[in-house]
């Protein structure tokens, strides 16, 4: 049995390029309507005029990648009529293709919006965390791919004790939900979980 793994996050380092997200629909021979990881764009912010007859702004954005998180409370598998989703014994989040009916509970109950339901084989599919590829000692598409070095995978416990246990900043939902296996390093205008003063600026990308 391998060490539970999960995913780092650094959005200090994110530029919000996609390479990562394009990466994995290259490898995963995705579609258009299905993305296993997605980038967030939050922002948010105003002008305010000054007495002095200035403007001052506190106007802010940051990008956030986020796929399955393969948590360790997956709110996915509770919900599957047909075990289909699971949790490997890897520490994995995966769905058994072969027996998904794709009702899409699993996407409705995911606050990642991991699962995602592939018209064409008419069932649920989602990220495996390159699965295969951990196997034999590689990196996930996604991380390999990332030109600024802001993703990476590996024992969660290495990545909290390497980064700290932060997993969720504004638009992700509160961690305490999921227990995802996520560690994010938050950047100067970083927004907690439930925060109201921003906006998702990409929605029909996401």
Same mark, same amino acid.
């Given at each position: ?27 995963? +021979? ?13 922002? /948010?912010?105003?002008?305010? *005029?000054?007495?002095? /007859? ?18 360790? +409370? ?16 890897? /520490?994995f989040v995966m769905v058994n293709e072969e027996i998904c009916i794709g009702c899409r509970y699993c996407h409705m109950a995911c606050p990642y919006d991991a699962p995602q339901y592939d018209a064409q084989k008419g069932h649920m599919t989602k990220c495996d965390g390159c699965y295969s590829r951990v196997k034999t000692g590689q990196k ?11 993703? +990476?995978? !590996? ?6 004790? %390497?980064?700290?246990? %932060? !997993?969720?900043?504004?638009?992700? *939902? ?5 227990? *995802? ?21 990409? *929605?029909?990308?996401?």
């Amino acid at each position: 049995m391998m060490e539970q793994y999960g995913f780092y996050f650094d959005s200090d380092r994110c530029t919000g390029c996609k390479t990562c997200e394009l990466a994995c629909k290259d490898y995963k +021979d995705l579609g258009t309507e299905i993305n296993f990881r997605r980038i967030y764009e939050y922002t /948010g912010g105003n002008w305010s *005029p000054q007495p002095n /007859g200035c403007w001052s702004q506190n106007v802010f954005a940051y990008y956030m990648s986020i796929s399955c998180n393969h948590c360790a +409370d997956p709110a996915c598998t509770k919900v599957c009529p047909t075990e289909a989703m699971h949790k490997n014994a890897d /520490g994995f989040v995966m769905v058994n293709e072969e027996i998904c009916i794709g009702c899409r509970y699993c996407h409705m109950a995911c606050p990642y919006d991991a699962p995602q339901y592939d018209a064409q084989k008419g069932h649920m599919t989602k990220c495996d965390g390159c699965y295969s590829r951990v196997k034999t000692g590689q990196k996930p598409i996604c991380v390999e791919a990332c030109p600024l070095r802001a993703l +990476d995978f !590996a024992p969660i416990e290495q990545l909290r004790k %390497q980064y700290g246990e %932060q !997993a969720s900043i504004a638009p992700l *939902p509160p961690a305490e939900i999921t227990q *995802p296996n996520l560690v994010v390093k938050p950047n100067k205008n970083s927004r907690p979980s439930g925060d109201t003063n921003g906006f998702l600026g990409n *929605p029909r990308e996401v």
